[in-house]
């Protein structure tokens, strides 16, 4: 008979030697089960295990065990530290120590060197001049953001082909699937690293706003989750019977079967390029507006209903747009320049009037005629889209005018 006894085994050797049992015919009685060299085997990992319990005692922890108990306590639940210390190299490290509390004091030791060049690098960069000239243009910064989409299925090819269009400063690629989005900035040296935060997210809400316009869809950094149920499940006790109750319609638009392509990447970067910056350090009232908006859109779910907010910052947005691109002068009548700008830049559209007038009377907190639906927010901002969009284009082919006479000055004669 084999001594060698596995746990799962050891464990079945035991119920088998507490327990008379009826197995496979006959009664299996506990002296019969347990052979001699097995009660042998097992009286030995007793022993072993009691002289194991009784070598251990329970010692004070001293001042420094307390510390690095204390460091390591606290950074294990932390967000970032766990991915920094515990790589391939400190995990290898683990097993050439004798002990767990000289792996943990290796750890801090290497940690606290980290820190230390890391404040080093800090420090030199706080003290660094701000370049001149050609410098200030020159990449120093790297800024990663993940964004995801409704409307739009992306792919990777027709990413490549805007990246070559933008070059080095921005970067668009594919997530783990169809609806995610990385967009990767590349900023210039002439911003310090005090504003770097600052400055990454005006400029990332810019193109946002950007891709938004040009795609005529909805872009954004998160995407309501709970649409149309609030629950995990539900069941009726008596029937063990799965219950399924969900909001109709969902919270969400049929964008249709549209794709990320070309014409809308080359709509994003030509509304990327013409878009107000603003001064130094702000956003113009227009782009606030409008990435607002956004913001309700990808906040809108059944534990908050943000449609009328986000129609009525659309609606702000839309107006001041039109103000903008002297549409309307701000002081007549708005419905009146509306009305005179549909008829000239959109006549094919209609229905806009009754999107509008809802608009209108929750800017004059008035009671709207009707509920206010994701229908009436999105239709609000795609009218903000098709505007803007035609506007910045007029702009662009204004400026390719401009650049084609100095290029080729009319001749005399």
Known sequence: VSTELG???????????????WEDGKISIPRETVKQPQAKQLIEVARARLHLAQQAQMTELDDERKDLLQWFSRIAWDDEQPKRLFTKTS??????FTNFPDWIRWLKSDADRADQEARKTLNMELQRTEPQGTARGIPKWKVKIRLFTTSHSIRQAELNWANDQMEEFIRLDRGKDNKELFLTMALPSAISLPDLWHVALLESRRFVAAMNIGSLGFV????????????VRMLDLESNYEVKVERAPRLTLDWGNRV?????????ILSYRFLSRGTVGTEPALLAHYINGLA?????????????????TFYEAFRIALQQYNDWDGKGDFAVSCKAMFDCEFPEMSGWTDIFDLAECLRKQQSPSKEI?????????MYCDAYI???????AEHEKREESTITNPPTEG
């Open 373 to 381: 639906t994701l229908t009436h927010a999105v239709g609000m901002k």
């Open 260 to 268: 990320l392509d070309r014409t809308s990447l080359f709509h994003t």
């Open 7 to 21: 746990e799962g085994q050891t464990h079945e050797l035991r119920l088998k030697a507490l327990y008379v049992d």
């Open 296 to 312: 309700f859109l990808g906040k809108n779910d059944i534990h908050l209903r943000m449609e009328p907010s986000a129609l009525v």
């Open 220 to 231: 954004w950094w998160q995407i309501p989750v709970d649409v149309s149920r609030y629950y």
């Open 389 to 395: 969009l035609k506007k910045l284009k007029s702009q």
């Open 91 to 96: 995990l290898s490290m683990l097993s050439k």
